[in-house]
Antibody, heavy 121, light 107 residues
């Protein structure tokens, strides 16, 4: 059974960096048939896809235009996990952040438990 | 970016009723449209993939149809546990986008 376990701080100061990790069990971050995504949810923006990483002979990443200049998503094969970093956060980045497995590069079939991240001084 | 518009935004329904939620895309997504259920304080859960394929373990009362720009999620014989918000999501092109959600309240 595939499980995704999120970790990271729930409070980040404005202008600092939001960092979250998603640990994978039951699958591999290097899988050739899955991508590993970050999505966030807030009352004002609804569900918003942020980006993904996946491996097909080499590592790839895709990002939403809205965060492209501030985001990085990195796999860690030694720990079988992937991470999200979002730089220069503002209160508008306050949201519940989810990691999710994208099976067959199409549907999100497994989700992490969600992490509420509040951006506040 | 493909915009997904769901209707209705909110529906109050009685148990055993048939419920229909629609999702309209601003451009064709083929069959690359999926439905999710989210209950309060929970992560979304996949119900339907590729517009009409039920995901493993999902009750048979949930079904999906449509292609191109118009899609439907149907719940036949609503149960109290189906109180949730339902979202469509497209995987036809990046950026992936979600509908705004349809909240079902059980009377």
């Amino acid at each position: 059974q595939v499980q995704l376990q999120q970790s990271g701080p729930g409070l980040v100061k404005p202008s600092e960096t939001l960092s979250l990790t998603c640990a994978i069990s039951g699958d591999s971050v290097s899988s050739n048939s899955a991508a590993w995504n970050w999505i966030r949810q807030s009352p004002s923006r609804g569900l918003e896809w942020l980006g993904r990483t996946y491996y097909t002979s080499k590592w790839h990443t895709d990002f939403a235009v809205s965060v492209k200049s501030r985001i990085s998503i990195n796999p860690d094969t030694s720990k079988n996990q992937f991470s999200l970093q979002l730089n220069s956060v503002t209160p508008e980045d306050t949201a519940v952040y989810y990691c999710a497995r994208e099976k067959e590069y199409n549907w999100f079939d497994r989700w992490g438990q969600g992490t509420l991240v509040t951006v506040s001084s | 970016e493909i915009v997904l518009t769901q209707s209705p935004d909110f529906q109050s329904v009685t148990p055993k009723e048939k419920v229909t939620i629609t999702c309209r895309a601003s451009q064709s997504t083929g069959s690359n449209l999926h439905w999710y259920q989210q209950k309060p304080d929970q992560s979304p859960k996949l119900l339907i993939k590729y517009a009409s394929q039920s995901f493993s373990g999902v009750p048979s009362r949930f079904s999906g149809s449509g292609s191109g720009t118009d899609f439907t999620l149907t719940i036949n014989g609503l149960e109290a546990e189906d109180a949730a918000t339902y979202y469509c999501r497209q995987s036809s092109s990046l950026p992936y986008t979600f509908g705004q959600g349809t909240k079902l309240e059980i009377k």
